[in-house]
């Protein structure tokens, strides 16, 4: 039960970084993205998603 936190915050970091990786940006920002996301999970995935660029939406 301690480890659902952990795994949520995983999860979620992998979901901001798949769409990272999928937004037009240079590769540059996106390894900056991904760096900040791995680096800081928690305070990362926040910054992301309030500053972040976002996925391609079709």
Excluded: Q, S
């Amino acid at each position: 039960m301690e480890y659902i936190f952990g795994i949520i915050i995983f999860v979620l970091d992998v979901w901001a970084i798949a769409t990272v990786i999928n937004t037009n940006e240079t590769a540059g920002t996106k390894l900056l993205w991904i760096v900040l996301i791995a680096v800081l999970p928690v305070l990362g995935l926040l910054i992301w998603y309030f500053a972040g660029p976002r996925g391609n939406r079709a």
